[in-house]
């Protein structure tokens, strides 16, 4: 069944997918995505205070989907032929997984300079799911 997620879940939770959401460590300061569990600067469990990051960051790893992707994202892979996927490191230094988008997808690279954007995730239930994804900076 992939990530399902249910209707109401997806409604409770939707401020934080239509806005990028960081956690900052009370005792060490750092940076997390998504801001729960245990801090991975001081390995610490906190309550995070929440951060809302300019959303600009650089491509840490990357992988291309052209087949087995997860259910809900099947419709997307068909109208896309492929979808990019990848481990962004925010400037704040949260590491943030994430679709690259508005681009062919064999041409997101490490290194590459990359901004969020909200999009349309998938639909699942009658519902339109969006989220935040990011988008390449043309410097």
């Keep these: 069944m992939g990530a399902y997620?249910?209707?109401p879940t997806w409604?409770?939770?939707?401020?934080?997918?239509?806005?990028?959401?960081?956690?900052?460590c009370p005792e060490c300061g750092t940076m997390k995505f998504p801001p729960t569990g245990a801090c991975v600067g001081c390995a610490e469990r906190v309550n995070y205070e929440?951060?809302?990051p300019d959303g600009n960051g650089t491509v840490l790893a990357t992988t291309i989907i052209e087949s087995g992707a997860p259910p809900e994202?099947?419709?997307l892979l068909e109208s896309e032929d492929a979808i990019a996927?990848?481990?962004?490191?925010?400037d704040e230094g949260a590491r943030v997984p994430a679709m690259v988008t508005d681009c062919d997808?064999?041409?997101?690279?490490?290194?590459d300079r990359v901004t969020s954007v909200v999009r349309k995730?998938?639909?699942?239930?009658?519902?339109?799911?969006?989220?935040?994804?990011?988008?390449?900076v043309n410097e």
Excluded: C
Aim: aromatic share 12%; net charge positive; no cysteine.
């Design 5 to 7: 997620t249910s209707v």
């Design 105 to 111: 997808p064999h041409d997101v690279k490490r290194g």
């Design 73 to 75: 994202f099947v419709q």
């Design 50 to 52: 929440e951060v809302e």
């Design 11 to 24: 409604w409770r939770n939707s401020d934080s997918r239509y806005r990028l959401v960081i956690g900052e």
């Design 121 to 136: 995730m998938y639909k699942q239930e009658g519902v339109v799911r969006y989220g935040t994804k990011f988008r390449p």
């Design 85 to 90: 996927v990848a481990v962004v490191e925010l």
